[in-house]
């Protein structure tokens, strides 16, 4: 009370090693055990209560078929009814609480992650979304960790940006949270997003309802309870499951819908813009629509790189977590001068990588999400097989005996608009171009013309001249741009992140930009001495003011 606090100086959370025969290693298998032989059954959590339903779905591991995770109880219309009406009944305290209040409960949820629920939520998103030991580090503690740490500090930040006040008055911003809930809804593929779509919204004072992807259903319930271990008071984040479709329109004819923070695939976005299209005179204001969407993730090469680097570049950039990463390099152009020294470089690389069980860690990559992804993937290589312009050059198999595992895969293909170097296939699938290394500067219009989206993409090159070019003609073409770097593994606080075009609404998650969405500002202006006459003093034609005149007492 009485006192301008700050919110602690952030740092990112760093990474453990997860070396054989390290403590944290033991830890986390140790965990994974007990996960294993828990028989978890995921309720919906709404107003703080556990809320069971008739309806349940198992949640198997994608590398193990066999392993049933958790029995997930789905949700219907009068349940996302009751979610909304939680959240904006826990609105009217959290949105009067303090923000230093607020912010603590999750610096506190970064620090219980840090310490002892690391275990748990990386061996959930292991088990779950088959996560390799370093993969779920990266998302589940530290990004998840980073985004609970720096954003209060820009909360903080903005809440500063205040007007002028000259003499005699007093203007000051209000940041109100939105009039009304927060609709949230996450992908798969980070537990750092899941939990990061919820609570920025939830920072800034807002109420939520929250919808975890199916298919990550165990760390979603974990991310909940690790919130309420923190100190989230009941109802500020209300976890609902269920047909996607019915929950979206049950939240998207309420009036007091205020806002949708979504990542995940671009038409389910559009599906969503235009049901809010569509609702939109029913709203006490315009929501606020955020959503970050696909990708189709370019690296481009430029006869001076180093061939070493693009490869290993290339190998991770599409290949880390099954190249199940928005981020992840999808695309490639190589110079024809460079390519064969390139091209042994990846081969020799991926004749080294195992795919296999994320419990294993001699495995660099581990299975894809699901049955309906296993089977996508598998379309677009038989498909690009069969194009006469098109190569295999390594991979191409694809397993489901035990768990959706597909072996990395990259395509030589001769035609730069072909399908697969257009469309976002969300795995193992590299597609590369190789062009005239004299076509430098058609290339360049090619990687910016082949596909709608502008998520990420990268250069490589030891010519400043060749970056500066990439760098003026690719501005528009990715809202992360990576020089001699894979365009994957932003760091918050580092690389806010985010893409425009088909790519999404580019409001950085992780930054003050995404914070802001979540705010609706009232200007407040206090006079010290108002004005006790209405004329000011032009007022008049000369000689004698009426003014004066007309003020003469009775
Ligand atoms: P998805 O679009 O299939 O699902 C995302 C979420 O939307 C899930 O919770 C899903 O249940 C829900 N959903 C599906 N249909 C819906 C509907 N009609 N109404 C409301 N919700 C609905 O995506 P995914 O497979 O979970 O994730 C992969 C996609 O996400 C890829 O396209 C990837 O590029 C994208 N992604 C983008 C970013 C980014 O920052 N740009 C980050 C991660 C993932």
């Not at 602690?8 to 996960?35: D, I, M």
């Not at 500002?521 to 000011?536: C, G, L, M």
Request: hydrophobic share 40%; charged share 25%.
């Amino acid at each position: 009370m009485n006192s301008r606090s700050r919110v602690p100086c952030p740092a990112n959370e760093p990474v453990l090693p997860y070396a054989p025969g390290s403590p944290e290693r033991a830890k986390v298998f140790a965990r994974l055990a007990e996960l294993k032989s828990r028989r978890l059954e995921i309720p919906l959590i709404i107003g703080g209560e556990e809320v069971r339903t008739k309806t349940r779905r198992d949640l198997r591991a994608p590398h193990d078929h066999g392993q049933l995770l958790a029995r997930v109880c789905e949700g219907g219309a009068a349940e996302t009814a009751k979610a909304a009406a939680a959240a904006l009944k826990a609105r009217k305290e959290w949105a009067r609480t303090p923000f230093e209040e607020r912010a603590a409960v999750f610096l506190r949820a970064a620090d219980l992650l840090a310490n002892d629920w690391r275990w748990t939520l990386n061996a959930a998103t292991m088990l779950g979304q088959s996560k390799n030991l370093h993969q779920a580090e990266i998302d589940s503690a530290c990004e998840l960790i980073d985004f609970w740490r720096f954003n209060p500090r820009y909360a903080e930040e903005l809440y500063a940006q205040q007007p002028l006040s000259p003499r005699g008055s007093w203007n000051r911003l209000q940041f109100r949270p939105l009039e009304g809930f927060v609709y949230a809804v996450t992908p798969f593929n980070f537990t750092s997003i899941a939990g990061n779509l919820p609570t920025a919204p939830a920072l800034m004072g807002n109420t939520v309802v929250w919808k975890p992807s199916s298919t990550a259903m165990l760390s979603g319930y974990y991310i909940l309870k690790l919130l309420e271990a923190a100190g989230l008071p009941p109802g500020v984040v209300n976890m609902v499951s269920g047909p996607s479709a019915e929950i979206s329109r049950v939240l998207f004819e309420r009036p007091e819908f205020a806002g949708v923070h979504f990542t995940g695939s671009t038409p389910v976005f559009h599906s969503m813009w235009k049901s809010v299209g569509e609702n939109v005179a029913r709203y006490r204001s315009y929501p606020r629509l955020v959503g970050e969407t696909g990708g189709k993730d370019f690296v481009l090469v430029h006869s001076s790189a180093d061939p070493d680097a693009v490869a290993a570049a290339l190998v991770r950039g599409a290949f880390e977590f099954q190249g199940q990463k928005c981020s992840a390099a999808s695309r490639a152009y190589v110079p024809a001068d460079l390519w064969p020294k390139v091209r042994k470089a990846m081969k020799d690389m991926i004749a080294s990588i195992e795919v296999g069980s994320p419990e294993d860690p001699g495995c660099f990559m581990n299975a894809v999400i699901d049955r309906k992804a296993f089977d996508r993937i598998k379309g677009y290589v038989a498909a690009a097989r069969k194009e006469k312009t098109t190569k295999l050059v390594a991979g191409g198999g694809a397993d489901d005996a035990q768990g959706f595992f597909v072996s990395p895969t990259v395509l030589e293909c001769g035609d730069p608009k072909s399908l697969t170097m257009r469309e976002e296939i969300f795995g193992p699938v590299l597609s590369v171009h190789v062009y005239p290394e004299k076509k430098w500067k058609e290339t360049l219009r090619l990687v910016d013309e082949t596909s709608p989206y502008a998520l990420t993409g990268a250069v490589f090159a030891r010519d400043r001249r060749a970056i500066a070019e990439a760098d003026a003609a690719l501005e528009n073409a990715a809202g992360n741009f990576y020089v001699n770097d894979k365009p994957t593994g932003a760091v918050v606080g580092q690389q806010p992140f985010g893409g425009a075009r088909a790519s999404g609404t580019n409001d950085k998650a992780g930054s003050f930009l995404n914070l802001i969405r979540w705010t609706s500002a009232r200007a407040i202006k206090e006079t010290f001495d108002p004005p006790k006459d209405y004329r000011y003093p032009w007022l008049g034609r000369g000689g004698k003011p009426r003014a004066e005149k007309a003020a003469v007492p009775a």
